[in-house]
């Protein structure tokens, strides 16, 4: 059976205009700061 479905992972001019949102700056924030470390713990974990 063929599949005729085309994905198209381009941008479009109406997406470029929009932008994006940046959902890593979360990741920067610190809650509970380390009394000598501060918020970088200096863990880098790969991903």
Same mark, same amino acid.
Do not use: S
């Given at each position: #059976? !063929?599949?005729? &479905?085309?994905? +198209?992972? #381009?941008?479009?001019?109406?997406? !470029? &205009?929009?932008? *994006?949102? %940046?959902? !890593?700056? &979360?990741?920067?924030?610190?809650? +509970?700061? %380390?009394? *000598?470390?501060?918020? %970088?713990?200096?863990?880098?974990?790969?991903?």
């Amino acid at each position: #059976m !063929r599949n005729n &479905k085309v994905e +198209n992972y #381009m941008e479009n001019d109406n997406e !470029r &205009k929009q932008g *994006h949102v %940046d959902t !890593r700056q &979360k990741n920067f924030e610190c809650e +509970n700061p %380390d009394e *000598h470390l501060g918020c %970088d713990l200096g863990i880098d974990v790969a991903g």
